[in-house]
């Protein structure tokens, strides 16, 4: 008998919110706390957990730290404790400020988190995929899948990290970026390209790292949000210090939408789900050194598609798609000072339930990871390194499945060293050697450099190499299943990867202008190939794919007034699957050309004005039988909040004014179904069209 859903509208929505709300409303109400410790001496400063005096654009390494921390805070920012405002890299290891980074890190500030949490407060998809060189990619258009592909490289090449933990995952599934709401992050921290030589085989094409949230006095923000497709938000976000030393947070949200059929076809163009989250974190530092990070999480989603009650599929019989996820997670980081070096120990498990159903029998499996890192930092002079070693399995059980079940298990060691050659140069090398159990010996060395000819000029190059260790998960399979697959993964070589990237940066005033060129080769990429009638395979292709572009970043920033424009040219080939070799075409779903504009104008007393524009060029399409390439779409958008009082506010947020949707170019549906046993085209552009959302926001 198949469980008890505990799913049932928005009753456990409600509850949730309610129980932690009053558990957060008791805890501020004893009133205001003690204040939180300075950084202790040695560790690496604290991630930034405050709004700044005015809004910003996604941060480069240029942007100016002191000009910021003199800046005076605003009084109209009640919604959470604060600490000391400050941009550091911890994605690095090193902990080094923004702008003093050989490697090119983009870090994504509070102020454009806020902003889009008003657009979409249950997901950070919207968050990554409005930055330059990420595009968020649908990859189960029934379900809402999405990956982020980074520079033009496949989804499963980004490394998701919750605070420098794989907490979902040594390879997160494509609805990890839909099951993480913004509210409790202080920054997004993007490394683009080869990244195997900090976080190992699954990083191949770079790494997102979500930074949380810390607690310095006692507060409680609360967002809820509807939006005009019938979906519904509410999010909690609780600060505790009980004593000197330590804080504790904690995050619970609901978030619902029911599935809708927007050109009555009898299909799904917007998925139904219905998903609560609920993730603690505690805190702990003293003067000494010591530091303490603790964390825990819980996510429960059931998800809708397919056919909708009534519709049949084009073969004459409903289609069942569903999706239902429960996922706990727990992440420790442990750091001492020992003779005047950082000794650090991490660690964190995450184990995800999948019960999914795609037209025919049941698919449940289980999938564990777990990890375990030390490392020791020091200084010697100009140096600043930093050697460890860590140990990760990643363990995936079918129960229905066996035939692809497996057990990885990858001990690894690592060493980085950052030199001050002097005040214009800095370099950094890092290098890891993974011993994976099923690909064997894995090398991934990169090299940076950061050089400063000139005032105003700042130079960035960076190369390395990486390896990818192959799963059975690729983008076709998030959303179809393995039922379809033979031969799991045996028989597959590691994917190699050499990428490389300079940019250059000028600033003048409040004009800042930056402009990248980047380039990549992936050897041996994984491809799903049709192996019968009703059966799909995983093989290496015999050619490599290659990837090269530029983007050019312009900011404005001075006073309440922010204004970006950026563009992307993206080149990116592969070999043609089930070709001979030589047989090349465009990857799939890559525009060459992307460009965005926005405008943001804030006052300290009204609120928030913003614009904004996308515009995404000519992709490649897959398996369409409609089209073979993509029109090209403008997406415009634009959002007010407006301050009630010091308290209250309230948003309303207008996205896709031009009603741009895939369903009103062609069918969502194919006439036939695919070997792999997909129904739908791939999601070119939007299909959800225009939304309006609205809400308010409350602190106290």
């Known amino acids: 008998m198949r469980r008890c859903r505990w799913l049932d509208g928005t009753r456990l929505g409600g509850a949730v919110l309610l129980a932690v709300t009053l558990l957060a409303a008791s805890a501020a109400a004893q009133g205001a706390g003690p204040p939180a410790p300075p950084a202790p001496a040695g560790a690496p400063p604290r991630p930034p957990d405050c709004d700044q005096d005015r809004p910003k654009a996604p941060a480069t390494a240029e942007k100016d730290e002191d000009e910021d921390q003199d800046a005076p805070a605003r009084d109209d920012d009640q919604d959470v404790p604060e600490v000391e405002e400050t941009v550091v890299v911890t994605a690095t290891r090193s902990g080094r400020r923004l702008q003093d980074e050989p490697l090119r890190v983009e870090v994504i500030d509070r102020e454009e988190i806020e902003e889009k949490a008003l657009m979409t407060p249950g997901s950070v998809a919207m968050l990554l995929g409005e930055t330059s060189g990420l595009r968020v990619q649908v990859n189960a258009p029934s379900l809402g899948a999405a990956g982020v592909r980074i520079q033009g490289l496949r989804g499963r090449y980004s490394q998701l990290l919750a605070d420098g933990l794989p907490l979902y995952g040594a390879q997160g599934d494509s609805f990890s970026l839909l099951q993480v709401p913004p509210l409790d992050l202080a920054q997004v921290e993007v490394i683009k390209g080869a990244a195997s030589a900090l976080y190992g085989p699954a990083a191949l094409g770079g790494v997102l790292n979500l930074v949380s949230r ?27 210090v009980p004593r000197v030393g330590w804080g504790v947070t904690t995050l619970a949200g609901y978030h619902g939408q029911p599935r809708r059929d927007l050109d009555d076809d009898g299909w799904t163009d917007v998925a139904g789900y219905q998903r609560g989250v609920f993730r603690p974190r505690v805190t702990w530092g003293d003067d000494s050194g010591g530091s303490l990070f603790v964390t825990g999480g819980l996510i429960a989603e059931d998800r809708r598609g397919g056919t909708v009650a009534g519709g049949v599929a084009p ?47 049941p698919e449940r499996s289980t999938r564990e990871t777990w990890f375990g890192e030390g490392s020791l930092m020091g200084t010697a002079g100009a140096h600043t390194w930093v050697v460890g070693a860590a140990l990760q399995q990643d363990r995936y059980r079918p129960r229905d499945l066996r035939d692809v079940a497996y057990t990885f298990t990858t001990p690894a060691v690592f060493a980085q060293d950052e030199v001050v050659v002097s005040d214009r140069v800095s370099v950094a090398a890092s290098a890891r050697l993974d011993a994976h159990s099923e690909y064997g010996v894995l090398v ?102 290659r990837t090269w572009g530029t983007e050019l970043t312009v ?126 085209v ?19």
């Open 214 to 240: 810390r607690a310095a006095a006692n507060g409680v923000a609360a967002l809820a949000n509807a939006t005009s497709l019938g979906g519904a938000d509410g999010v909690v976000f609780g600060a505790w």
């Open 315 to 361: 073969d004459g019989a409903p289609f069942d798609e569903r999706l239902d996820t429960r996922r706990v997670d727990a992440g420790l980081d442990r750091r001492w000072v020992i003779g005047g070096r950082l000794a650090a120990v991490r660690g964190s498990v995450a184990r995800t339930r999948h019960d999914r159903r795609f037209g025919g029998g």
């Open 444 to 545: 991934s060395p990169r090299l940076s450099a950061l050089v400063r000819p000139a005032g105003a000029v700042t130079v960035r190059l960076s190369g390395g190499a990486g390896a990818f260790a192959p799963t059975p998960f690729v983008e076709e399979t998030d959303e179809t299943g393995l039922s379809r697959l033979v031969g799991g993964v045996s028989g597959l070589d590691p994917e190699r990867a050499v990428s490389a990237s300079g940019d250059v940066t000028w600033t003048r005033g409040a004009v800042e202008i930056t402009g990248t060129a980047f380039g990549s080769r992936v050897q041996d990429p994984v491809a799903l190939v049709t192996a019968g009638t009703d059966a799909v395979a995983l093989v290496n292709l015999p050619d490599a794919t």
């Open 555 to 680: 900011r404005y920033r001075r006073g309440g007034v922010v204004a970006v424009a950026s563009h992307a040219w993206t080149r990116a080939t592969e070999q043609q699957p089930e070709a001979p070799a030589g047989v090349r075409r465009e990857v799939p779903l890559t525009p060459r050309h992307a460009a965005s504009a926005m405008a943001v104008w804030e006052g300290e007393r009204w609120g928030r004005l913003g614009l904004e524009a996308y515009a995404i060029g000519r992709q490649s399409l897959e398996d369409n039988p409609f089209r073979t390439s993509s029109a090209t779409q403008l997406i415009v958008g634009a959002i007010h909040e407006r301050r009630l009082s010091e308290r209250l506010r309230v948003f309303v947020n207008l996205e896709n004014l031009g009603n741009v949707r895939l369903t009103r170019r062609h069918p969502l549906v194919r006439p036939a179904r695919l070997p792999n046993g997909r129904w739908t």
């Open 682 to 700: 791939d999601a070119w552009a939007p299909l959800e069209g225009r939304v309006v959302n609205a809400g308010l926001r409350v602190a106290w």
